[in-house]
């Protein structure tokens, strides 16, 4: 995000080269795909995917992939409280002993959810997004429409950029995570950069 030098030709050879890793991605893994579809399947009621509506590139709305980890029709109001108060600098003050955006002993998380999260491998079906050109493997993580509108202006430059899979903030160990503020602040910071 900080450089625009070359950035046309730099965003046309990352999007040819996330498109067909991303395609040679999906084909290796359908035979975990499958595993994962009928562990589901056995487990619960509903759906093997879900599919929030998320932020892509410049704003746009998308439908993001994953593997369903919780049961069916559950309601995201826990988690749009708690991100929502997190941003807004209601709580998560430095040194507090505030849950983490994934909420600990979450109810709704199936036993094959569980899994799934520990592993990450509920973001797998994230490769289709890529091979479909709403996402990148690598790039800041999506974020959902209520977490968007709170966002203040300079977070929403994460948005320039097509969201990846996995990005800095997830390497340095910000992988849901976030607990404060500066928590929040820094997450953001690893993504423009």
């Known amino acids: 995000l900080r450089s625009t030098r070359n950035a046309w030709l730099y965003n046309k050879v990352k999007h040819t080269l996330d498109a067909v890793i991303g395609l040679l991605l999906f084909i290796l893994s359908l035979p ?4 994962i579809a009928i562990a589901i399947k056995f ?3 509903g759906q093997v995917f879900y599919r929030p509506q998320v932020v892509g590139k410049n704003g746009t709305l998308f439908n993001m992939f994953k593997f369903r980890t919780m049961i ?3 309601d995201p ?3 749009r409280e708690y991100v929502s108060r997190l941003i807004r600098g209601e709580i998560g003050e430095s040194g507090s002993d505030e849950q983490t955006l994934k909420i600990i002993d979450d109810p709704r998380i199936t036993r094959v959810g569980k899994f ?16 479909k050109g709403e996402m990148s493997l690598i790039g800041p993580r ?3 429409m209520y977490e968007y509108e709170l966002y203040q202006d300079w977070h929403k430059k994460r948005t320039k950029v097509r969201p990846g899979i996995t990005g800095l903030a997830q390497v340095n160990g910000l992988r849901g995570e976030t607990k404060t503020v500066e928590d929040m602040r820094r997450r953001v910071e690893y993504d423009l950069d």
């Open 142 to 144: 999506p974020c959902l």
């Open 43 to 45: 487990d619960t009621k």
């Open 116 to 131: 799934l999260r520990k592993l990450s491998l509920d973001e797998l079906p994230q490769i289709l997004n890529v091979v």
């Open 72 to 74: 069916a029709d559950s």
């Open 32 to 35: 975990v795909f499958a595993i």
């Open 77 to 79: 109001g826990l988690h």
